[in-house]
């Protein structure tokens, strides 16, 4: 019932025009082909995204129900395509949110749900949360953790990052950023930009610098005249608060759950 519930809303919502979402999400538009659906965000020029599918899946026509059946019972992959024409490689899952089956987009790029699906004239249009963060997980704290140590000396940290990360870790000398990025390799063995470490330390800098209108989060926090070591330290020890935090809220309710 749940389901059929979360395929309705979807529907309802959808009949909002793409320029009444709300500014985090990107709307994009999937085209039918052989064996894939893709398309692109008219608000993100040169980034395509697809879904790889058996060839006989469309041969009925596009269907909601069908699409996530699909990704509920098989190994689904597909493309990000990048204006610059490189690509990395996109997984899907269904994950419980809300109260509701949503597919799941997990690539290099960021992890995504799929919301506001619906079908018209043959195209499978949807949206994307650009800020979604995954629920915490244990190597979540880790990465903090595993910043915090990278860090801990100041003169270890420098304040000219430029999100190239080559001659951070050839130096040992590191910013915020290429710190995080090092720290998440190092524990899941791949980089996502959007994982649920690295949006906390976002969020912590949203919260302590309103309105700061920086182009790059941790960037431009980290090269800030005004930061120190100490304010680096204390994003990273809220941070860490936070989803140690979630962490023990989600431990909790599991056992409400088995009582």
Same mark, same amino acid.
Request: net charge negative.
């Given at each position: 019932?749940?389901?059929?519930?979360?395929?309705?809303?979807?529907?309802?919502?959808?009949?909002?025009?793409?320029?009444? /979402?709300?500014?985090?999400?990107?709307?994009?538009? /999937?085209?039918?082909?052989?064996?894939?659906?893709?398309?692109?965000?008219?608000?993100?020029?040169?980034?395509?995204?697809?879904?790889?599918?058996?060839?006989?899946?469309?041969?009925?026509?596009?269907?909601?129900?069908?699409?996530?059946?699909?990704?509920?019972?098989?190994?689904?992959?597909?493309?990000?395509?990048?204006?610059?024409?490189?690509?990395?490689?996109?997984?899907?899952?269904?994950?419980?949110?809300?109260?509701?089956?949503?597919?799941?987009?997990?690539?290099?790029?960021?992890?995504?749900?799929?919301?506001?699906?619906?079908?018209?004239?043959?195209?499978?249009?949807?949206?994307?949360?650009?800020?979604?963060?995954?629920?915490?997980?244990?190597?979540?704290?880790?990465?903090?953790?595993?910043?915090?140590?990278?860090?801990?000396?100041?003169?270890?940290?420098?304040?000219?990052?430029?999100?190239?990360?080559?001659?951070?870790?050839?130096?040992?000398?590191?910013?915020?950023?290429?710190?995080?990025?090092?720290?998440?390799?190092?524990?899941?063995?791949?980089?996502?930009?959007?994982?649920?470490?690295?949006?906390?330390?976002?969020?912590?800098?949203?919260? /302590?610098?309103?309105?700061?209108?920086?182009?790059?989060?941790?960037?431009?926090?980290?090269?800030?005249?005004?930061?120190?070591?100490?304010?680096?330290?204390?994003?990273?020890?809220?941070?860490?608060?936070?989803?140690?935090?979630?962490?023990?809220?989600?431990?909790?309710?599991?056992?409400?759950?088995?009582?």
């Amino acid at each position: 019932m749940k389901y059929c519930i979360s395929v309705i809303l979807c529907l309802v919502a959808w009949s909002v025009s793409a320029g009444d /979402l709300p500014d985090d999400y990107l709307p994009f538009t /999937l085209h039918q082909f052989d064996e894939k659906l893709e398309g692109e965000s008219e608000f993100l020029d040169g980034f395509k995204i697809s879904m790889n599918v058996p060839p006989e899946f469309l041969e009925s026509g596009l269907n909601i129900e069908a699409i996530i059946s699909l990704v509920r019972s098989q190994n689904v992959t597909g493309i990000v395509t990048y204006p610059s024409g490189r690509t990395t490689k996109i997984e899907y899952e269904i994950v419980r949110h809300r109260e509701a089956e949503e597919i799941y987009m997990k690539s290099s790029l960021g992890y995504f749900l799929w919301e506001y699906i619906s079908i018209h004239d043959g195209k499978l249009n949807l949206a994307i949360y650009w800020w979604y963060c995954p629920p915490a997980t244990e190597k979540d704290r880790e990465i903090i953790e595993f910043t915090e140590k990278i860090l801990a000396d100041s003169s270890r940290w420098h304040k000219d990052d430029d999100r190239e990360c080559g001659n951070d870790i050839e130096n040992n000398l590191w910013s915020l950023f290429c710190a995080l990025k090092y720290a998440s390799m190092e524990i899941t063995g791949e980089y996502n930009h959007h994982n649920t470490a690295i949006q906390s330390v976002r969020f912590v800098i949203d919260d /302590l610098v309103p309105n700061h209108g920086f182009a790059h989060t941790l960037m431009d926090y980290n090269n800030e005249s005004s930061t120190t070591h100490s304010d680096i330290l204390h994003v990273l020890e809220i941070s860490r608060q936070r989803i140690e935090g979630k962490l023990n809220s989600s431990k909790s309710s599991r056992v409400r759950n088995d009582e």
